[in-house]
């Protein structure tokens, strides 16, 4: 099976699609991509390059592409969602709280729910709120069995742990659960000897645009750190709305295969451009040329 779909998806692999994914994801063979990660245009934003979409509107908008997503992801995969309200008439909309409502429906799992926090934030003022330092990065799967590498992900201990593990208390040679009676506990003996701790579920990351021209601000770190989480070498990773490439170029640092899907033809060149600088030395998941290639339509 394996064999059959990579001859479908061969004229896709590796390729920045230009073209609107609406209509390119229909081309894609059902069930055939491992993880799929992308930062939509938010409501209301990119007007000049997207055209924009009402708040309102946004679910309408959206459903149909989430239905695509839905076919082309494995049983297995995850689907990763960069998105944030707007505010609209000094209040945030509920746009991505009922889209996630009717992803729901739509046969999705909402699994777990990532913060990017944006440690570079544009600075401003406003009367109400304060300077917006985060996003969020919905995880969507399938199943509640999927794929997933937690030792990818770890992070060092950190120095704290020489002094805190030099004296351990009675409660810390034991479990000790929470007073609060949350079910909680922990056994702070458990760390002796480790070097590294799985992260939380909070990523602290500072925003990154490859182009002055281009809005959107994804570090290519974070799309690295859920294709190291949800993938292996040589997993099929996409993004259909690949922007300046940065989906692409983690993929190629981490020795996976890409799809991407762009409108604007002049993302797609910046794309390849950088793209181009980044290509590794053939290896077992570099397809052979003369295949079929995939034609705009």
């Given amino acids: 099976m394996g064999a059959v ?11 920045i699609l230009h073209g609107d994914c609406r209509e390119v994801l229909k081309m894609l063979p059902d069930a055939s991509i491992d993880l799929i990660i992308t930062s939509p245009p938010y409501a209301d934003q990119r007007k ?11 679910v309408e908008w959206f459903l149909p ?10 049983p297995t995969g995850s689907f990763v969602l ?30 777990e729910e990532y913060i990017w926090h944006k440690k570079n934030c544009y600075p401003g003022k406003w009367p109400n709120r304060f300077r917006d330092a985060w996003e969020r990065l919905l995880h969507f799967t399938k199943q509640r069995q999927f794929k997933m590498f937690q030792e990818a992900v770890m992070v060092p201990m950190g120095e704290w742990r020489h002094g805190r593990l030099k004296k ?45 021209y281009h809005a959107a601000t994804f570090p290519v770190e974070l799309p690295a750190w ?28 981490l020795d996976r295969r890409y799809i991407g899907i762009e409108i604007m033809e002049e993302y797609v060149r910046l794309a390849e451009e950088r793209i181009a600088k980044e ?3 053939p290896n077992l998941y570099t397809f052979a040329e003369g295949r079929a290639d995939y034609e705009p339509k």
């Avoid at 592409?65 to 494995?74: D, M, N």
């Avoid at 960069?82 to 009922?98: A, D």
């Fill in 5 to 15: 779909y990579d001859a479908q998806l061969a004229p896709f692999l590796n390729r």
């Fill in 48 to 58: 000049n390059v997207y055209g924009g979409v009402h708040p309102d509107h946004y």
């Fill in 65 to 74: 592409i989430s239905a695509e997503l839905l076919r082309v992801l494995k």
């Fill in 82 to 111: 960069n998105i944030k309200e707007r505010v609209v008439n000094g209040e945030r909309h509920t746009y991505v709280l009922e889209l996630i409502m009717a992803m729901r429906q739509q046969g999705w799992l909402w699994t």
């Fill in 168 to 212: 351990l208390g009675q409660n810390d040679l034991h479990r000790f659960n929470s007073r609060a009676g949350s079910g909680f506990g922990k056994r702070v003996a458990n760390w002796i000897g480790r070097e590294y701790a799985y992260p939380t579920n909070v990523l602290h990351m500072a925003t990154e645009c490859y182009n002055r």
């Fill in 226 to 253: 859920f294709i190291k989480l949800f993938t292996e070498p040589g997993d099929v990773v996409l993004d259909p709305f690949m922007g300046s490439g940065t989906t692409a170029v983690a993929c190629v640092r």
């Fill in 279 to 281: 290509q590794p030395q």
